[in-house]
Protein backbone atom coordinates (compact mmCIF):
# COMPACT_ATOMS: atom_id res chain seq x y z
CA UNK A 1 0.00 0.00 0.00
CA UNK A 2 2.82 2.39 1.00
CA UNK A 3 3.95 1.38 -2.50
CA UNK A 4 1.47 3.00 -4.09
CA UNK A 5 0.93 5.92 -1.87
CA UNK A 6 4.48 7.08 -2.99
CA UNK A 7 3.53 6.20 -6.69
CA UNK A 8 0.85 8.98 -6.89
CA UNK A 9 2.36 11.29 -4.80
CA UNK A 10 5.04 12.57 -7.10
CA UNK A 11 3.58 12.31 -10.83
CA UNK A 12 6.31 14.13 -12.03
CA UNK A 13 9.31 12.41 -10.00
CA UNK A 14 7.80 9.11 -10.98
CA UNK A 15 7.35 9.52 -14.65
CA UNK A 16 10.85 10.54 -14.71
CA UNK A 17 12.12 7.52 -13.50
CA UNK A 18 9.60 5.31 -15.18
CA UNK A 19 11.01 6.64 -18.96
CA UNK A 20 14.24 4.80 -18.64
CA UNK A 21 13.38 2.14 -16.24
CA UNK A 22 10.45 0.71 -18.52
CA UNK A 23 13.05 1.04 -21.28
CA UNK A 24 15.50 -1.11 -19.81
CA UNK A 25 13.28 -3.02 -18.57
CA UNK A 26 12.15 -3.96 -21.93
CA UNK A 27 15.48 -3.52 -24.00
CA UNK A 28 17.80 -5.39 -21.36
CA UNK A 29 15.54 -7.32 -18.73
CA UNK A 30 13.01 -9.12 -20.52
CA UNK A 31 15.26 -10.39 -23.18
CA UNK A 32 17.64 -11.78 -20.36
CA UNK A 33 14.92 -13.29 -18.92
CA UNK A 34 14.26 -14.91 -22.74
CA UNK A 35 17.42 -16.20 -22.98
CA UNK A 36 17.21 -17.95 -19.65
CA UNK A 37 13.96 -19.38 -20.37
CA UNK A 38 15.18 -20.85 -23.93
CA UNK A 39 18.05 -21.91 -22.15
CA UNK A 40 16.05 -24.58 -20.38
CA UNK A 41 14.56 -25.98 -23.82
CA UNK A 42 15.12 -27.96 -26.79
CA UNK A 43 15.49 -27.61 -29.83
CA UNK A 44 12.47 -29.18 -30.99
CA UNK A 45 10.70 -30.94 -28.07
CA UNK A 46 7.25 -30.85 -29.66
CA UNK A 47 5.95 -28.81 -27.30
CA UNK A 48 5.92 -25.39 -29.34
CA UNK A 49 9.97 -25.14 -29.18
CA UNK A 50 11.99 -23.00 -27.00
CA UNK A 51 9.56 -20.26 -27.50
CA UNK A 52 6.71 -22.45 -25.89
CA UNK A 53 5.74 -22.09 -21.77
CA UNK A 54 7.67 -23.82 -19.45
CA UNK A 55 4.19 -23.81 -16.96
CA UNK A 56 1.79 -26.35 -18.43
CA UNK A 57 -1.47 -27.34 -16.76
CA UNK A 58 -2.57 -30.27 -17.33
CA UNK A 59 -5.28 -32.71 -15.80
CA UNK A 60 -5.24 -29.94 -13.25
CA UNK A 61 -1.80 -30.25 -12.57
CA UNK A 62 1.01 -27.66 -12.47
CA UNK A 63 4.14 -29.24 -14.44
CA UNK A 64 7.11 -26.53 -14.78
CA UNK A 65 9.23 -28.14 -17.68
CA UNK A 66 12.94 -27.22 -16.85
CA UNK A 67 15.59 -29.16 -19.13
CA UNK A 68 19.05 -29.22 -17.99
CA UNK A 69 19.80 -31.07 -20.96
CA UNK A 70 21.84 -28.54 -22.80
CA UNK A 71 23.75 -27.10 -19.68
CA UNK A 72 24.61 -30.84 -19.23
CA UNK A 73 26.22 -31.02 -22.89
CA UNK A 74 28.42 -28.12 -22.63
CA UNK A 75 29.41 -29.51 -19.35
CA UNK A 76 30.33 -32.95 -20.99
CA UNK A 77 31.58 -31.34 -23.89
CA UNK A 78 35.58 -30.88 -23.90
CA UNK A 79 35.14 -28.27 -26.33
CA UNK A 80 33.22 -26.06 -24.12
CA UNK A 81 35.76 -26.49 -21.68
CA UNK A 82 38.68 -25.56 -23.35
CA UNK A 83 36.57 -22.22 -25.28
CA UNK A 84 35.86 -21.09 -21.56
CA UNK A 85 39.39 -21.66 -20.35
CA UNK A 86 41.01 -19.83 -23.38
CA UNK A 87 38.37 -17.09 -23.14
CA UNK A 88 39.78 -16.61 -19.74
CA UNK A 89 43.48 -17.19 -21.24
CA UNK A 90 43.65 -14.76 -23.78
CA UNK A 91 41.54 -12.01 -21.80
CA UNK A 92 43.86 -12.76 -18.61
CA UNK A 93 47.51 -12.55 -20.75
CA UNK A 94 46.00 -9.05 -22.79
CA UNK A 95 45.56 -7.79 -19.20
CA UNK A 96 48.32 -8.18 -18.33
CA UNK A 97 50.39 -7.31 -21.39
CA UNK A 98 48.16 -4.22 -21.67
CA UNK A 99 49.18 -3.38 -17.82
CA UNK A 100 53.17 -3.92 -18.38
CA UNK A 101 52.73 -1.72 -21.77
CA UNK A 102 50.10 0.84 -20.21
CA UNK A 103 51.46 1.49 -16.59
CA UNK A 104 54.97 3.14 -17.79
CA UNK A 105 53.15 4.99 -20.60
CA UNK A 106 50.41 6.26 -18.07
CA UNK A 107 53.15 7.05 -15.36
CA UNK A 108 55.48 8.95 -17.99
CA UNK A 109 52.47 10.96 -19.37
CA UNK A 110 51.36 11.99 -16.05
CA UNK A 111 54.88 13.01 -15.00
CA UNK A 112 55.22 14.93 -18.47
CA UNK A 113 55.33 18.92 -18.33
CA UNK A 114 51.72 20.31 -17.15
CA UNK A 115 51.38 21.65 -20.87
CA UNK A 116 52.33 18.49 -22.49
CA UNK A 117 49.61 16.42 -21.01
CA UNK A 118 46.49 17.49 -22.41
CA UNK A 119 47.63 16.93 -26.17
CA UNK A 120 49.48 13.35 -24.76
CA UNK A 121 45.71 12.53 -23.68
CA UNK A 122 44.44 13.46 -26.62
CA UNK A 123 46.62 11.72 -28.68
CA UNK A 124 45.48 8.12 -26.76
CA UNK A 125 42.33 8.97 -27.23
CA UNK A 126 42.48 10.14 -31.04
CA UNK A 127 41.83 6.21 -32.10
CA UNK A 128 38.61 6.04 -30.34
CA UNK A 129 37.42 8.25 -32.98
CA UNK A 130 38.79 6.16 -35.73
CA UNK A 131 36.64 2.66 -36.59
CA UNK A 132 37.85 0.09 -34.02
CA UNK A 133 36.81 -2.40 -37.03
CA UNK A 134 39.06 -1.14 -39.54
CA UNK A 135 41.85 -0.51 -36.86
CA UNK A 136 41.62 -4.23 -36.20
CA UNK A 137 41.50 -4.92 -40.06
CA UNK A 138 44.37 -3.09 -40.56
CA UNK A 139 46.47 -5.62 -38.24
CA UNK A 140 45.90 -8.01 -41.36
CA UNK A 141 47.08 -5.94 -43.53
CA UNK A 142 50.56 -5.93 -41.19
CA UNK A 143 50.73 -9.39 -39.73
CA UNK A 144 49.70 -11.15 -43.40
CA UNK A 145 51.97 -13.50 -45.41
CA UNK A 146 52.48 -11.14 -47.85
CA UNK A 147 51.96 -8.18 -45.43
CA UNK A 148 53.95 -5.33 -44.61
CA UNK A 149 55.99 -6.24 -41.85
CA UNK A 150 56.82 -9.61 -43.98
CA UNK A 151 57.63 -7.65 -46.77
CA UNK A 152 59.90 -5.63 -44.91
CA UNK A 153 61.52 -8.14 -42.74
CA UNK A 154 62.28 -10.02 -45.95
CA UNK A 155 63.77 -6.97 -47.99
CA UNK A 156 66.05 -6.34 -44.27
CA UNK A 157 67.67 -9.62 -45.17
CA UNK A 158 66.34 -10.66 -41.18
CA UNK A 159 64.53 -13.36 -42.72
CA UNK A 160 64.79 -15.47 -45.82
CA UNK A 161 61.22 -16.45 -45.81
CA UNK A 162 57.72 -14.94 -44.62
CA UNK A 163 56.95 -16.00 -41.36
CA UNK A 164 54.07 -17.30 -40.47
CA UNK A 165 51.74 -14.90 -38.16
CA UNK A 166 48.48 -14.40 -38.91
CA UNK A 167 45.81 -16.35 -37.59
CA UNK A 168 47.99 -17.26 -34.60
CA UNK A 169 47.71 -16.75 -30.70
CA UNK A 170 50.56 -13.89 -31.61
CA UNK A 171 48.61 -12.50 -34.44
CA UNK A 172 45.16 -12.73 -31.70
CA UNK A 173 46.93 -11.39 -28.97
CA UNK A 174 48.77 -7.98 -30.85
CA UNK A 175 45.36 -7.10 -31.82
CA UNK A 176 43.71 -7.57 -28.04
CA UNK A 177 46.26 -5.13 -26.83
CA UNK A 178 46.24 -3.00 -29.49
CA UNK A 179 42.65 -2.46 -29.08
CA UNK A 180 42.54 -2.23 -25.33
CA UNK A 181 45.41 -0.78 -24.41
CA UNK A 182 43.94 3.32 -23.92
CA UNK A 183 41.50 1.40 -21.58
CA UNK A 184 44.23 0.75 -19.36
CA UNK A 185 46.42 3.50 -19.83
CA UNK A 186 42.97 5.80 -19.12
CA UNK A 187 42.26 5.25 -15.70
CA UNK A 188 45.97 4.47 -14.97
CA UNK A 189 46.40 8.02 -16.31
CA UNK A 190 43.62 9.34 -14.21
CA UNK A 191 44.81 7.94 -10.86
CA UNK A 192 48.85 9.37 -11.98
CA UNK A 193 48.39 12.83 -12.41
CA UNK A 194 46.46 12.99 -9.06
CA UNK A 195 49.31 11.47 -7.23
CA UNK A 196 50.79 13.62 -4.44
CA UNK A 197 54.16 13.95 -5.45
CA UNK A 198 55.23 15.02 -1.94
CA UNK A 199 55.36 11.51 -0.87
CA UNK A 200 57.79 10.47 -3.73
CA UNK A 201 59.76 13.37 -2.54
CA UNK A 202 59.77 12.32 0.88
CA UNK A 203 60.75 8.86 0.22
CA UNK A 204 63.95 10.50 -1.85
CA UNK A 205 64.93 12.83 1.16
CA UNK A 206 64.60 9.30 3.05
CA UNK A 207 67.38 7.85 0.61
CA UNK A 208 64.90 5.43 -1.34
CA UNK A 209 66.34 4.42 -4.76
CA UNK A 210 64.21 5.32 -7.67
CA UNK A 211 63.54 2.02 -7.71
CA UNK A 212 62.59 1.75 -4.36
CA UNK A 213 60.48 4.88 -4.21
CA UNK A 214 58.58 2.98 -7.91
CA UNK A 215 57.65 0.53 -6.08
CA UNK A 216 56.80 1.12 -2.61
CA UNK A 217 55.74 4.32 -3.20
CA UNK A 218 54.03 4.87 -6.42
CA UNK A 219 52.89 1.97 -7.51
CA UNK A 220 50.72 1.17 -3.77
CA UNK A 221 49.28 4.40 -4.48
CA UNK A 222 48.00 3.70 -7.95
CA UNK A 223 46.60 -0.06 -6.76
CA UNK A 224 43.30 1.84 -7.42
CA UNK A 225 43.69 2.50 -10.88
CA UNK A 226 45.70 -0.68 -11.43
CA UNK A 227 42.39 -2.85 -10.69
CA UNK A 228 40.16 -0.49 -13.01
CA UNK A 229 41.90 -0.84 -15.92
CA UNK A 230 43.06 -4.30 -15.52
CA UNK A 231 39.06 -5.11 -14.99
CA UNK A 232 38.10 -2.49 -18.05
CA UNK A 233 40.59 -5.01 -20.51
CA UNK A 234 40.06 -8.53 -19.02
CA UNK A 235 35.97 -8.35 -18.87
CA UNK A 236 35.32 -6.97 -21.99
CA UNK A 237 38.54 -9.41 -23.63
CA UNK A 238 36.32 -12.40 -22.35
CA UNK A 239 33.35 -11.75 -24.73
CA UNK A 240 35.57 -10.31 -27.25
CA UNK A 241 34.30 -11.83 -30.81
CA UNK A 242 35.62 -9.40 -33.48
CA UNK A 243 39.10 -9.70 -32.67
CA UNK A 244 39.67 -13.09 -32.38
CA UNK A 245 36.90 -13.63 -35.36
CA UNK A 246 39.54 -11.39 -37.95
CA UNK A 247 43.14 -12.05 -36.68
CA UNK A 248 42.79 -15.26 -34.72
CA UNK A 249 43.21 -18.93 -36.01
CA UNK A 250 41.67 -22.67 -34.84
CA UNK A 251 43.53 -22.69 -32.35
CA UNK A 252 42.61 -19.20 -30.27
CA UNK A 253 38.76 -20.32 -30.29
CA UNK A 254 37.07 -18.11 -28.06
CA UNK A 255 33.89 -17.72 -26.12
CA UNK A 256 32.11 -15.15 -28.24
CA UNK A 257 33.14 -17.05 -31.66
CA UNK A 258 31.34 -20.44 -30.11
CA UNK A 259 28.58 -18.52 -28.93
CA UNK A 260 27.89 -16.62 -32.56
CA UNK A 261 28.42 -20.49 -34.36
CA UNK A 262 26.01 -22.08 -31.90
CA UNK A 263 23.24 -19.50 -33.60
CA UNK A 264 24.05 -18.32 -36.82
CA UNK A 265 26.20 -21.90 -38.09
CA UNK A 266 24.27 -24.91 -36.17
CA UNK A 267 21.12 -23.02 -35.60
CA UNK A 268 20.73 -24.27 -32.16
CA UNK A 269 19.14 -21.36 -29.81
CA UNK A 270 18.48 -23.58 -26.68
CA UNK A 271 22.12 -24.35 -26.94
CA UNK A 272 23.29 -21.16 -27.56
CA UNK A 273 21.27 -19.45 -25.05
CA UNK A 274 22.88 -22.03 -22.34
CA UNK A 275 25.85 -20.73 -23.55
CA UNK A 276 25.13 -16.96 -23.16
CA UNK A 277 23.82 -17.93 -19.89
CA UNK A 278 27.27 -19.85 -18.43
CA UNK A 279 29.00 -16.51 -19.94
CA UNK A 280 26.93 -13.82 -18.07
CA UNK A 281 27.94 -16.07 -15.17
CA UNK A 282 31.69 -16.37 -15.78
CA UNK A 283 31.62 -12.19 -16.31
CA UNK A 284 29.26 -11.43 -13.31
CA UNK A 285 31.60 -12.91 -10.88
CA UNK A 286 34.55 -10.35 -11.78
CA UNK A 287 32.30 -7.87 -11.81
CA UNK A 288 30.76 -8.30 -8.43
CA UNK A 289 34.99 -8.24 -7.38
CA UNK A 290 35.07 -5.15 -8.84
CA UNK A 291 31.96 -3.48 -7.85
CA UNK A 292 32.56 -4.26 -4.06
CA UNK A 293 36.22 -2.89 -4.16
CA UNK A 294 35.18 0.16 -6.10
CA UNK A 295 32.68 0.50 -2.97
CA UNK A 296 35.01 -0.16 -0.60
CA UNK A 297 37.22 2.51 -2.17
CA UNK A 298 34.37 5.39 -2.01
CA UNK A 299 33.58 4.70 1.23
CA UNK A 300 37.03 5.11 2.56
CA UNK A 301 36.58 8.86 0.78
CA UNK B 1 72.81 10.75 -14.49
CA UNK B 2 69.59 8.52 -13.90
CA UNK B 3 67.13 12.00 -14.22
CA UNK B 4 68.79 11.57 -17.92
CA UNK B 5 68.33 8.50 -18.18
CA UNK B 6 64.80 8.14 -16.72
CA UNK B 7 63.77 11.43 -18.89
CA UNK B 8 64.98 9.67 -22.18
CA UNK B 9 63.50 6.25 -20.87
CA UNK B 10 59.78 7.83 -20.95
CA UNK B 11 60.46 9.32 -24.03
CA UNK B 12 61.24 6.28 -25.70
CA UNK B 13 58.50 4.20 -23.97
CA UNK B 14 56.09 7.45 -24.79
CA UNK B 15 57.27 6.65 -28.77
CA UNK B 16 56.86 3.20 -29.16
CA UNK B 17 53.38 3.36 -27.49
CA UNK B 18 52.26 6.38 -29.93
CA UNK B 19 53.80 4.17 -32.60
CA UNK B 20 52.37 0.97 -31.86
CA UNK B 21 48.55 3.19 -31.35
CA UNK B 22 49.06 5.08 -34.74
CA UNK B 23 51.36 2.62 -37.34
CA UNK B 24 47.77 0.74 -38.81
CA UNK B 25 46.47 4.35 -38.91
CA UNK B 26 48.89 4.93 -41.03
CA UNK B 27 49.16 1.93 -43.21
CA UNK B 28 45.78 2.13 -44.13
CA UNK B 29 45.65 5.94 -45.07
CA UNK B 30 48.96 5.16 -46.85
CA UNK B 31 48.11 1.48 -48.72
CA UNK B 32 44.68 3.19 -50.05
CA UNK B 33 46.69 5.15 -52.19
CA UNK B 34 48.36 1.98 -53.34
CA UNK B 35 47.92 0.83 -57.07
CA UNK B 36 48.74 -2.69 -56.23
CA UNK B 37 45.48 -5.24 -56.47
CA UNK B 38 46.44 -8.08 -54.09
CA UNK B 39 48.78 -7.83 -51.26
CA UNK B 40 50.29 -4.62 -49.11
CA UNK B 41 53.35 -3.99 -50.98
CA UNK B 42 53.82 -0.66 -52.25
CA UNK B 43 53.37 -0.58 -56.16
CA UNK B 44 53.00 3.07 -56.81
CA UNK B 45 50.40 6.28 -56.26
CA UNK B 46 46.50 5.40 -57.70
CA UNK B 47 43.61 6.64 -56.91
CA UNK B 48 41.69 3.82 -58.40
CA UNK B 49 40.32 2.43 -54.95
CA UNK B 50 38.48 5.80 -54.65
CA UNK B 51 37.26 5.25 -57.68
CA UNK B 52 35.93 1.86 -57.41
CA UNK B 53 34.70 3.01 -53.77
CA UNK B 54 31.85 5.07 -56.07
CA UNK B 55 30.87 2.49 -57.24
CA UNK B 56 30.48 0.02 -55.01
CA UNK B 57 27.08 0.08 -54.19
CA UNK B 58 27.27 -2.54 -51.41
CA UNK B 59 29.35 0.10 -49.53
CA UNK B 60 27.45 2.98 -50.32
CA UNK B 61 23.98 2.21 -49.30
CA UNK B 62 25.36 0.83 -46.02
CA UNK B 63 26.97 3.59 -45.22
CA UNK B 64 23.59 5.59 -45.54
CA UNK B 65 21.71 3.22 -43.82
CA UNK B 66 24.46 3.60 -40.93
CA UNK B 67 24.22 7.15 -41.50
CA UNK B 68 20.61 7.27 -40.54
CA UNK B 69 20.92 4.34 -37.67
CA UNK B 70 23.73 7.18 -36.02
CA UNK B 71 21.30 10.07 -36.27
CA UNK B 72 18.88 8.32 -34.68
CA UNK B 73 20.72 6.55 -31.98
CA UNK B 74 22.91 9.38 -31.21
CA UNK B 75 19.36 11.22 -30.09
CA UNK B 76 17.61 8.56 -28.75
CA UNK B 77 20.73 7.54 -26.58
CA UNK B 78 21.32 10.97 -24.93
CA UNK B 79 18.00 11.81 -24.78
CA UNK B 80 16.98 8.32 -22.82
CA UNK B 81 21.02 8.63 -20.86
CA UNK B 82 19.95 12.23 -19.72
CA UNK B 83 16.88 10.87 -18.27
CA UNK B 84 18.86 7.65 -16.39
CA UNK B 85 21.64 10.10 -15.12
CA UNK B 86 19.27 12.35 -14.00
CA UNK B 87 17.11 9.19 -11.69
CA UNK B 88 20.85 8.43 -10.67
CA UNK B 89 22.01 11.70 -9.49
CA UNK B 90 18.93 13.25 -8.52
CA UNK B 91 16.99 10.56 -7.18
CA UNK B 92 18.69 8.47 -4.44
CA UNK B 93 15.76 6.48 -2.83
CA UNK B 94 13.44 4.59 -5.26
CA UNK B 95 11.69 1.17 -5.13
CA UNK B 96 13.86 -0.92 -7.64
CA UNK B 97 16.98 1.58 -7.54
CA UNK B 98 19.58 -1.52 -7.25
CA UNK B 99 18.02 -2.97 -10.55
CA UNK B 100 17.82 0.36 -12.01
CA UNK B 101 21.46 1.01 -11.15
CA UNK B 102 22.76 -2.42 -12.63
CA UNK B 103 20.75 -2.09 -15.51
CA UNK B 104 21.86 1.11 -16.91
CA UNK B 105 25.74 -0.23 -16.40
CA UNK B 106 25.49 -3.28 -17.49
CA UNK B 107 25.75 -3.46 -21.39
CA UNK B 108 28.85 -1.80 -21.14
CA UNK B 109 30.57 -4.53 -19.82
CA UNK B 110 28.06 -7.65 -21.58
CA UNK B 111 29.73 -8.71 -24.30
CA UNK B 112 28.21 -7.33 -27.59
CA UNK B 113 27.39 -10.84 -28.47
CA UNK B 114 25.08 -11.79 -25.85
CA UNK B 115 23.22 -8.10 -25.96
CA UNK B 116 22.55 -9.04 -29.48
CA UNK B 117 21.93 -12.56 -29.10
CA UNK B 118 19.52 -11.74 -26.61
CA UNK B 119 17.55 -8.38 -28.18
CA UNK B 120 17.18 -11.10 -31.07
CA UNK B 121 15.72 -13.89 -29.32
CA UNK B 122 12.94 -10.99 -27.89
CA UNK B 123 12.73 -9.38 -31.07
CA UNK B 124 11.89 -13.15 -32.60
CA UNK B 125 9.27 -13.71 -29.78
CA UNK B 126 7.81 -10.35 -29.82
CA UNK B 127 7.45 -10.99 -33.68
CA UNK B 128 5.82 -14.41 -33.32
CA UNK B 129 3.21 -12.72 -31.07
CA UNK B 130 2.01 -9.65 -33.50
CA UNK B 131 4.01 -10.47 -36.62
CA UNK B 132 6.51 -7.14 -36.09
CA UNK B 133 9.05 -5.40 -36.46
CA UNK B 134 10.82 -6.43 -39.46
CA UNK B 135 14.72 -6.83 -38.25
CA UNK B 136 16.34 -3.62 -39.66
CA UNK B 137 16.62 -0.27 -39.23
CA UNK B 138 14.26 -0.07 -36.19
CA UNK B 139 15.84 -3.47 -34.79
CA UNK B 140 19.34 -2.09 -35.27
CA UNK B 141 18.69 1.29 -33.65
CA UNK B 142 16.92 -0.47 -30.58
CA UNK B 143 20.49 -1.98 -29.85
CA UNK B 144 22.53 0.65 -30.71
CA UNK B 145 20.64 3.01 -28.43
CA UNK B 146 20.50 0.55 -25.45
CA UNK B 147 24.43 0.48 -25.55
CA UNK B 148 24.43 4.35 -26.55
CA UNK B 149 22.02 5.27 -23.72
CA UNK B 150 24.44 3.51 -21.18
CA UNK B 151 27.57 5.71 -22.20
CA UNK B 152 25.76 8.46 -22.67
CA UNK B 153 24.68 7.93 -18.99
CA UNK B 154 28.07 7.77 -17.97
CA UNK B 155 29.46 10.85 -19.55
CA UNK B 156 26.46 12.77 -18.55
CA UNK B 157 25.89 11.65 -15.00
CA UNK B 158 29.76 12.86 -14.15
CA UNK B 159 28.76 16.37 -15.42
CA UNK B 160 25.17 16.45 -13.79
CA UNK B 161 27.52 15.77 -10.15
CA UNK B 162 29.95 18.46 -10.87
CA UNK B 163 27.16 20.42 -11.18
CA UNK B 164 26.20 23.45 -9.05
CA UNK B 165 23.02 22.17 -7.17
CA UNK B 166 22.59 25.72 -5.97
CA UNK B 167 21.53 27.23 -9.01
CA UNK B 168 18.32 25.43 -9.53
CA UNK B 169 17.54 25.86 -5.87
CA UNK B 170 17.58 29.43 -6.62
CA UNK B 171 15.59 28.88 -9.77
CA UNK B 172 12.76 27.25 -7.50
CA UNK B 173 12.90 29.51 -4.86
CA UNK B 174 12.12 32.44 -7.32
CA UNK B 175 9.16 30.62 -8.81
CA UNK B 176 10.22 28.14 -11.50
CA UNK B 177 8.64 24.88 -11.99
CA UNK B 178 10.17 22.13 -11.97
CA UNK B 179 9.95 21.75 -16.09
CA UNK B 180 11.25 24.69 -16.31
CA UNK B 181 14.45 24.63 -13.87
CA UNK B 182 15.26 21.49 -16.20
CA UNK B 183 14.97 23.90 -19.56
CA UNK B 184 16.48 27.07 -18.48
CA UNK B 185 19.11 25.99 -15.44
CA UNK B 186 19.91 22.33 -15.81
CA UNK B 187 20.30 21.72 -19.73
CA UNK B 188 22.20 24.85 -20.39
CA UNK B 189 24.18 23.74 -17.66
CA UNK B 190 25.14 20.14 -19.25
CA UNK B 191 24.80 21.09 -22.88
CA UNK B 192 28.42 20.40 -23.58
CA UNK B 193 28.20 17.29 -21.38
CA UNK B 194 25.33 16.33 -24.25
CA UNK B 195 27.37 17.35 -26.96
CA UNK B 196 30.30 14.71 -26.48
CA UNK B 197 27.56 12.15 -25.41
CA UNK B 198 25.78 12.77 -28.86
CA UNK B 199 29.03 12.47 -30.76
CA UNK B 200 30.26 9.55 -28.54
CA UNK B 201 26.98 7.53 -29.23
CA UNK B 202 27.02 8.56 -32.98
CA UNK B 203 30.29 6.86 -33.49
CA UNK B 204 29.78 3.78 -31.65
CA UNK B 205 26.72 3.25 -33.66
CA UNK B 206 28.51 4.21 -36.89
CA UNK B 207 31.35 1.33 -36.11
CA UNK B 208 29.34 -1.97 -34.65
CA UNK B 209 29.78 -4.53 -36.27
CA UNK B 210 28.51 -7.67 -33.21
CA UNK B 211 24.57 -5.89 -32.41
CA UNK B 212 24.30 -5.01 -35.98
CA UNK B 213 24.94 -8.51 -37.45
CA UNK B 214 22.16 -9.96 -35.00
CA UNK B 215 19.46 -7.23 -35.73
CA UNK B 216 20.07 -6.36 -39.51
CA UNK B 217 17.55 -8.35 -41.46
CA UNK B 218 18.08 -9.09 -45.34
CA UNK B 219 18.83 -5.92 -47.22
CA UNK B 220 19.86 -4.29 -44.36
CA UNK B 221 23.65 -4.32 -43.90
CA UNK B 222 25.24 -1.39 -42.10
CA UNK B 223 28.45 -0.54 -43.23
CA UNK B 224 30.50 -1.99 -40.42
CA UNK B 225 28.73 -5.27 -41.79
CA UNK B 226 29.81 -5.04 -45.26
CA UNK B 227 33.39 -4.30 -44.28
CA UNK B 228 33.56 -7.57 -41.53
CA UNK B 229 32.12 -9.69 -44.04
CA UNK B 230 34.84 -8.18 -47.04
CA UNK B 231 37.48 -8.50 -44.22
CA UNK B 232 36.85 -11.78 -43.04
CA UNK B 233 37.63 -13.02 -46.43
CA UNK B 234 40.93 -11.41 -46.87
CA UNK B 235 42.28 -7.97 -47.51
CA UNK B 236 40.31 -5.36 -49.66
CA UNK B 237 41.54 -2.61 -51.09
CA UNK B 238 38.58 -0.70 -51.30
CA UNK B 239 38.13 -0.92 -47.32
CA UNK B 240 41.46 0.79 -47.08
CA UNK B 241 39.91 3.62 -49.08
CA UNK B 242 36.92 3.89 -46.47
CA UNK B 243 39.47 4.02 -43.40
CA UNK B 244 41.65 7.07 -44.95
CA UNK B 245 37.89 8.92 -45.20
CA UNK B 246 36.84 8.51 -42.22
CA UNK B 247 40.08 9.13 -40.91
CA UNK B 248 39.70 12.02 -42.68
CA UNK B 249 36.46 13.19 -41.96
CA UNK B 250 37.41 12.30 -37.96
CA UNK B 251 40.34 14.65 -38.25
CA UNK B 252 39.01 17.31 -39.36
CA UNK B 253 35.88 16.91 -36.84
CA UNK B 254 38.20 16.55 -33.96
CA UNK B 255 40.55 19.92 -35.19
CA UNK B 256 37.10 21.77 -35.26
CA UNK B 257 35.96 21.04 -32.06
CA UNK B 258 39.22 21.49 -29.81
CA UNK B 259 38.95 24.84 -31.61
CA UNK B 260 35.67 25.66 -30.42
CA UNK B 261 36.25 24.11 -27.23
CA UNK B 262 39.30 26.50 -27.13
CA UNK B 263 37.31 29.53 -27.95
CA UNK B 264 35.00 28.57 -25.45
CA UNK B 265 37.23 27.91 -22.91
CA UNK B 266 38.60 31.69 -23.57
CA UNK B 267 35.51 33.38 -23.58
CA UNK B 268 34.75 32.19 -20.16
CA UNK B 269 38.13 32.65 -18.31
CA UNK B 270 37.27 36.45 -20.11
CA UNK B 271 34.01 36.45 -18.51
CA UNK B 272 34.88 34.96 -15.24
CA UNK B 273 37.56 37.11 -15.11
CA UNK B 274 35.59 40.24 -15.75
CA UNK B 275 33.13 39.16 -13.20
CA UNK B 276 35.79 39.09 -10.49
CA UNK B 277 37.02 42.52 -11.46
CA UNK B 278 33.15 43.15 -10.91
Known sequence: MNFLKNLFKQPGRNAVIAVPFLWLTFAFLIPFLIVLRISFADLDSGDGGPFGTLLTVADGILTLKIKFANYLFIAQDELYAITYLNSIKF?????????????????????????????????????????????????????????????????????????????????????MVYAYLPFMILPLYANLVKMDVRFIEAAADLGATPWQTFWRITVPLSKSGIIAGTMLVFIPAVGEYVIPELLGGPETLMIGRQLWDEFFTNNDWPLASSVTVVVILLILVPMAIFNKYQAEQEARK | MTRFLHRWFGRGWLSLGYLFLYIPIVVL?????????????????????????????????????????????????VVLGTFAAFVLDRYQRFTGRTLFTGMVSAPLVMPEVIIGLSLLLMLVSVQKMFGFPERGLVTIWLGHTLLGMAYATVVVQSRLQEMNKSLEEAAMDLGCRPF???????????????????????????????????????????????????????????????????????????????????????????????????
Open chain 2, 180 to 278: QVFFLVTLPNIKQALGSAWLLTFTLSLDDVVLSAFLSGPGSSTMPIVIFSRARLGLDPRVNAVAALTILVVSIGVIASSLYIARVERLRSKQLAAAAKG
Open chain 1, 91 to 175: AAITAALCLTIGYPFAYFMARAKPAMRPVLLMLVMMPFWTSFLLRIYAWKGILANNGILNSFLLNLGVISEPLHLMNTQFSLIIG
Open chain 2, 29 to 77: VVFSFNSSRQDMVWSGFSLQWYAALLNDQEILSGFGLSLRIALLTACGS
